[in-house]
């Protein structure tokens, strides 16, 4: 029955047509080709989980023989390369959706809000709050589990918390609903709902404008935890004792960003403009120096940090990775060190971080493949793959910690990277080292992971929430690229990070030191920070 079911919504969204000029077969079919080459020649795995060579092959003709003869608009289109690629289960390897198209047909948005927890998906926030911590069982009628099943085989999801990360941003807009179900009655959604195993109750709602939203939540708590709208990172002590601080760490970009790509070469203007859009920063400044200024710093953050953690002799620093998608991985190298001293150079990564050297990969680091060969020491070809380990590493096993650290300084980090002075002054010492607790989330992915994997591998962090939809072992970074005839943009992982090369089933899916549930969430009153609550019990305990 279930197959029957996932059939006929497939059909249903083929069926539902946007008010948008088609393109005809043979164009599509034009672009479905490069789209394949730009995969073949990009990704680093592209066939294992199609089932080899041969079956992506037989996949993609399938494919194209099935693009309806009368053609396709540009968001149908989309749907059938993200369909073909979800088989990847690569959250790098995604078709990019066109931000300004969604603006123009001014999409509503659920009033409802869903939260995923380590036992499945909730009721976050709703109308008075009276279906709050409530389990969502269906919608429309369909199982969420499903409903999890046909996301998968839609969207690139990494794991079984990322089918319900991509269910819950489709569901949230009616726009994108139409991707699960062809039609919404009325402009709502139907959702099974369950308060207990016997006290089931429907709910009919509806799609709003953003503005007229009129859900809340049944927050109780008054932490110190509200973030400043246009910082992209930001702290505070949130006991009164001054023991405890909250990092809260949405992003993981930073003026380093800039500093980095300038010092390799990159263009940077694009992330540069990026950050001042995002942080609402006005206009950016024709001279470097003063553009980067305003943008602030995660080095000279972190370490002002820690800085009034030892002043007040603080025992827990509390890193919210809960929006964070990711971002750039090697800003966060220095704040390593400032936790562990010169321990940092002493730790070995086995985890494999190899990357396919395409003409693309080059293109987007602006080097030829012969500076490529002399900044990595190589003799690489294009097409050849590059094997290495996250980290650095690599160091010669008699070359002393503080050789280390000086070889650090001197060849990995820009000479005007922010916070070198406070960095210097550290002389091969920590600057402080509290415990750490991390909360995830399901969004948290990328670079955040990292953060959160040498956390734990460096300083012994506690993690608390709910999984990521990160796997350990896939495919990572982006390379972008626009097909030329649709326009359709899609972006390609260029490498492959293998933390458990032996074991792909467990590198799957992070499993929390303390999993958030639905248990916990309700019996903190369902409050957005109901996993800081926890967290500040945790501690008061010792358990943490």
Not at 90 to 96: K, R
Not at 144 to 170: H, K, T, W
Not at 265 to 285: A, E, F, H, S
Not at 347 to 366: D, F, G, P, V
């Amino acid at each position: 029955m279930k197959k029957i079911i996932l059939l006929t919504i497939l059909l249903g969204s083929a069926c539902f047509l946007q008010a948008q000029d088609k393109f005809s077969k043979e164009i599509l079919i034009k672009d479905f080709l490069e789209f394949t080459e730009i995969l073949k020649a990009t990704h680093p795995d592209p066939y294992s989980l199609f089932g080899g060579k041969m079956q992506f092959h037989r996949q993609a003709q399938n494919v194209m023989e099935g693009i309806d003869s009368a053609g396709l608009t540009k968001n149908e289109f989309r749907n059938v390369l993200s369909r073909f690629i979800s088989k990847l289960q690569d959250g790098h390897t995604f078709i990019v959706r066109d931000n300004q198209e969604q603006k123009k047909t001014a999409s509503k948005v659920l009033n409802l809000e869903f939260k995923i927890l380590s036992d499945g998906l909730f009721v976050s926030q709703s109308v008075d709050g009276i279906y709050n911590g409530h389990r969502v069982l269906a919608v429309n009628g369909i199982p969420i589990d499903s409903l999890l099943s046909l996301v998968q085989m839609l969207d690139p999801c990494e794991n079984i918390y990322g089918a319900y990360f991509s269910l819950v941003r489709i569901l949230s807009s009616e726009n994108s609903v139409h991707r699960l179900f062809p039609a919404t009655e009325n402009g709502k959604l139907r959702i099974l709902l369950s308060k207990s195993k016997n006290r089931n109750t429907e709910y009919e709602i509806e799609y709003v404008d953003a503005g007229k939203r009129i859900i809340r939540s049944l927050s109780s708590a008054q932490l110190k935890t509200e973030m400043p709208k246009a910082a992209p990172f930001w702290y505070n002590f949130i006991d009164d004792a001054k023991k405890i601080v909250y990092f809260s760490y949405p992003s993981t970009y930073a003026r380093e960003v800039i500093e980095l790509q300038k010092s390799w070469g990159q263009d940077y203007t694009g992330n540069l403009k990026m950050l001042y859009n995002r942080y609402g920063l006005g206009q950016v400044p024709e001279n470097y120096t003063e553009a980067i200024a305003k943008i602030p710093s995660i080095n000279e953050t972190f370490f002002e940090m820690l800085s009034k953690m030892k002043k007040n002799k603080s025992t827990h620093l509390i890193v919210d990775l809960r929006q964070n998608s990711g971002g750039w991985t090697p800003i966060n190298s220095m704040s390593f060190y400032m936790l562990k001293g010169d321990a940092y150079f002493a730790y070995e990564c086995e985890a494999e971080y190899n990357t396919l050297i395409s003409e693309r990969y080059l293109q987007k680091r602006n080097i030829s493949i012969d500076d490529y060969n002399k900044q990595s020491g190589g003799n690489y070809k294009v097409g050849d793959y590059n094997f290495g380990y996250f980290m650095g590493g690599g160091w010669p096993g008699d070359m002393t910690l503080e050789d280390r650290r000086t070889a650090n300084f001197e060849y990995n980090l820009p000479k005007d990277i922010s916070g070198l002075e406070q960095l210097l002054s550290l002389n091969g010492n920590a600057a402080y080292s509290p415990k750490i607790v991390i909360v995830t989330s399901p969004a948290t992915f990328s670079a955040a992971f990292h953060y959160m994997y040498f956390l734990q591998e460096l300083c012994n962090a506690v993690v608390v929430g709910v999984s990521p939809r990160q796997a350990y072992n896939n495919g990572m970074e982006s390379t972008f690229a626009t097909l030329p005839e649709t326009g359709v943009s899609i972006s390609v992982s260029n490498s492959y990070q293998l933390f458990y090369p032996s074991d792909m089933e467990k590198g799957r899916v992070m499993i929390p030191d303390y999993p958030f549930t639905s248990t916990d969430f309700v019996k903190y009153n369902c409050d957005n920070n109901a996993e800081i609550l926890y967290i500040m019990d945790l501690i008061a305990s010792g358990k943490i």
